[in-house]
């Protein structure tokens, strides 16, 4: 049992209570992912905008919007950035200890949100650029969030509710997504009853009013506002047990941490200690040894999160597109600039308030009733069931009586998207992997997740072009529609059911047990 063979302080978080701390540890590490989903999507919703102000042309019959190539690297130069940030920072966790890193990567989210917001230049090239350069390094911050607090938090829960607990930070997400709606359609709202304006059909030129510029730039910033709030208390968290006791050897340090935090004398077992990590033997990551204790689990956790946000990265960052293909959202000429923020807000907050939260929450009710095999496996399933039933009859769903079937359906993939891999792929890589890798290997799969979201957010652009070359947008070849492209998302969803038999359950079982270090 683990309980005989684990350390005292390991042993003694394994069994601890719920307590405050439990609670803290959620807030402080939650409210890094709440920002980190506010700055990921919120730029979905100002991409219209953006064209209006940048790009307009004197004489079209259609709003400005961003050339493709721009369009791309606004909305995807930030995912680039995270995907060098989960690799960078969960290599670094694993070297320098979780708390040591942990603080820096809040400092650059916040620092380069704000930049982001003040993206300057003459003329339209030089502010894309400028926000470009800033909302890369933000991504890279983002990045290093995702290894090191689901590392921190499964390390510090105990066996019987980590799931839930892991599960709890990354449901952060939903109301970062949340309030990226809820801000930008009340900043909207109020500018527009401010600033009257008419439509682009009415006047082109009086519908984008200048104070636009402020609302974007303003919608932007705000993200570093909640992380500000706990930097102090990431900087005072101790290092966890785990990394002090079996990477950095020092079991009294260890027990001392853990002694504070859970109020109780424990004792340091230095040789005990030694013992244990020299039995796990000194194989490096990628070594043979590795690969043959964790290659396949390596497989299964970066294929399962590669093969999600590639369907789930795509939805999200072209909802608006999506709606607008089914009337959801009015044609942009019949909306003033601020009308049409208002109404893409509107679409994302009510898709986050019916299905992404509650999604979430079913996750951390559930994880550890009835573990993160049959969550992931049930939400790829149904995934995939309701992605076809979307795609197939796709022009049913087109259909003004049909429109809000489509949207019911559309808010269902997402919600066992959410309650399914979108959480799990978080959840399970914190647990599986020996301490000295774990981080490591958790940017590796976040990595391979993010890699993902880049294909699904540059290819489904172009692929959901329609057919007809007449009714491609500016700057766009013809594609498959929008139709085929969900049938494609559809059969990616299936993959990823198959690729989840490689993952292990590890539903209350110790970190040590899970990973073979006892």
Request: positive net charge; glycine residues 10%.
């Given at each position: 049992m683990a309980g005989?063979?684990?350390?005292?302080?390991?042993?003694?978080?394994?069994?601890?209570?719920?307590?405050?701390?439990?609670?803290?540890?959620?807030?402080?590490?939650?409210?890094?992912?709440?920002?980190?989903?506010?700055?990921?999507?919120?730029?979905?919703?100002?991409?219209?905008?953006?064209?209006?102000?940048?790009?307009?042309?004197?004489?079209?019959?259609?709003?400005?919007?961003?050339?493709?190539?721009?369009?791309?690297?606004?909305n995807g130069v930030a995912l680039c950035g995270t995907l060098l940030g989960q690799l960078f920072f969960g290599w670094l966790g694993d070297k320098m200890g979780r708390k040591k890193v942990y603080g820096l990567t809040l400092m650059i989210m916040c620092i380069c949100s704000?930049?982001?917001?003040?993206?300057?230049?003459?003329?339209?090239?030089?502010?894309m650029a400028t926000l470009c350069f800033f909302r890369f390094w933000l991504g890279f911050g983002i990045g290093g969030d995702y290894p090191l607090s689901a590392t921190i938090m499964s390390e510090y829960a105990n066996k019987k509710t980590r799931g839930a607990f892991i599960a709890a930070v990354f449901a952060m997400q939903g109301f970062g997504i949340l309030a990226g709606g809820i801000f930008a359609m009340t900043l909207s709202a109020i500018f527009n009853a401010i600033f009257k304006s008419p439509s682009y059909e009415a006047d082109p030129f009086a519908s984008t009013i200048p104070q636009a510029d402020y609302l974007w730039r303003v919608v932007l910033m705000v993200g570093a506002l909640p992380a500000l709030l706990t930097f102090y208390w990431r900087l005072k968290m101790p290092e966890t047990a785990r990394y002090t006791a079996l990477v950095a050897k020092d079991a009294k340090r260890a027990a001392a941490d853990m002694a504070k935090v859970l109020h109780e004398d424990i004792e340091a077992e230095q040789q005990k200690t030694d013992a244990m990590v020299s039995r796990q033997g000194g194989y490096d990551l990628f070594s043979k040894e590795f690969l043959h204790r964790h290659g396949l689990h390596l497989l299964g956790t970066t294929s399962t999160w590669f093969l999600l946000d590639i369907a789930f990265y795509s939805q999200n960052l072209f909802q608006k597109d999506i709606f607008s293909a089914i009337g959801w959202i009015p044609p942009a000429q019949t909306m003033n600039a601020l009308q049409e923020v208002y109404t893409i807000a509107r679409a994302q907050t009510l898709i986050a308030l019916c299905s992404t939260v509650p999604g979430y929450w079913f996750t951390v009710a559930l994880i550890d009733v009835i573990g993160r095999f049959t969550i992931q496996l049930s939400g790829f399933f149904f995934m995939t069931v309701f992605m076809f039933a979307l795609a197939i009859p796709y022009?049913?769903?087109?259909?003004?009586?049909?429109?809000i079937g489509f949207v019911v359906m559309y808010s269902l993939t997402f919600f066992f998207a959410n309650f399914g891999p979108n959480a799990t792929t978080f959840v399970v890589p914190a647990e599986i992997f020996p301490a000295r890798f774990r981080s490591t290997c958790h940017g590796i799969s976040a990595a391979a997740g993010k890699f993902g979201a880049i294909i699904g957010a540059f290819g489904f652009q172009l692929l959901a072009q329609s057919q007809d070359p007449e009714k491609v947008d500016a700057g766009y070849h013809?594609?498959?529609?929008?139709?085929?492209?969900?049938?494609?998302?559809?059969?990616?969803?299936?993959l990823g059911l198959l690729f989840t038999f490689l993952v292990p359950e590890t539903k209350g079982k110790s970190l040590e047990d899970v990973s073979g270090e006892n």
């Open positions: 005989d063979s684990n350390l005292k302080v390991l042993n003694a978080l394994d069994v601890a209570k719920t307590q405050w701390y439990h609670f803290t540890a959620i807030i402080i590490a939650g409210m890094g992912f709440f920002t980190d989903a506010y700055d990921l999507f919120c730029i979905s919703l100002v991409t219209k905008m953006l064209g209006r102000i940048y790009y307009h042309v004197d004489g079209s019959p259609k709003p400005g919007s961003l050339p493709p190539n721009v369009s791309a690297a606004v704000i930049a982001s917001g003040l993206s300057f230049g003459r003329d339209a090239k030089a502010v022009h049913h769903w087109t259909q003004p009586e049909h429109r013809s594609g498959i529609g929008v139709k085929n492209s969900l049938i494609v998302l559809g059969v990616v969803n299936l």
